[in-house]
């Protein structure tokens, strides 16, 4: 069949992922198709270099997926005009810098994954706007500083993952303890100090991990489902 040349096809979804593409991605779309792709997923490549600044004219992307590559630098600031997204996923990548303020503006997300990057700097308080975030996956990183109290705002939030960010301070916030929707909760390698037992979701008996075990444990909590201490050998040792 012969298509005539002057017929415009409209993107609405593209898929790219389990390939070995190499380079960043650098895609041309026409005005139309820009305005109305819902999801672009280009994870388990070998994209490299930095994300397009370019992706936020995607302003009707619903779900973006760039993990499993080699990105680096840091997230552009762009990344805050998608305001339909749902499900941002960047981990295991080589991106670094602080996680923008930027994405507060988010506000349909449902999952953000940020995780096996070497990202810096304190966790954002702007991620407390995200009022339907379910996944806040922040795991080995290079965080610091406390976790900002409005994450106790995420009242839909399930899933909590800041374990192997060691430069994270203080105690787990009275706010985030009260969130009555967690299931799981990982707190371990980090130097989080403080109980946990009187903070509400210990009662839910929630899945809970946490720098808990030893003699002189970092943090106390028997309602801790795993315990992790770090042994003589610098290993990171966890046990229920």
């Not at 295991?92 to 507060?104: A, D, R, V």
């Not at 500083?145 to 994450?151: C, D, F, L, N, V």
């Not at 100090?193 to 028997?222: H, M, V, W, Y």
């Amino acid at each position: 069949m012969m298509l005539h040349p002057h017929i415009c096809f409209v993107l609405l979804s593209s898929s790219l992922r389990y390939n070995a593409f190499v380079t960043r991605p650098s895609v041309i779309l026409s005005p139309r198709s820009r305005d109305q792709l819902k999801s672009l997923e280009l994870g388990l490549n070998t994209f490299s270099g930095p994300i397009p600044s370019e992706i936020g004219h995607l302003q009707q992307l619903k779900s973006l997926d760039l993990g499993l590559n080699t990105f680096s630098g840091p997230i552009p600031s762009e990344i805050g005009h998608l305001q339909q997204l749902e499900s941002l996923r960047l981990y295991q990548n080589k991106l670094s810098g602080p996680i923008p303020s930027e994405i507060g503006n988010l506000q349909q997300l449902k999952s953000l994954e940020l995780g096996l990057n070497t990202f810096s700097g304190p966790i954002p308080s702007d991620i407390g706007n995200l009022q339907k975030l379910q996944d806040l996956v922040l795991y080995s990183n290079e965080l610091s500083g406390p976790i900002p109290s409005e994450i106790g705002n995420l009242q839909q939030l399930m899933y909590l993952a800041l374990q192997g960010n060691i430069g994270l301070t203080g105690t787990v916030p009275v706010e985030v303890g009260q969130l009555e929707s967690i299931k799981e909760a990982s707190f371990f390698k980090t130097s989080l100090t403080g109980g946990l037992d009187d903070l509400a979701f210990c009662k839910n008996r929630i899945s809970l991990q946490a720098n808990c075990g030893g003699l002189n444990p970092k943090i106390t909590c028997e309602c801790c489902t795993t315990c992790c201490l770090t042994n003589k050998n610098g290993q990171l040792v966890c046990g229920v």
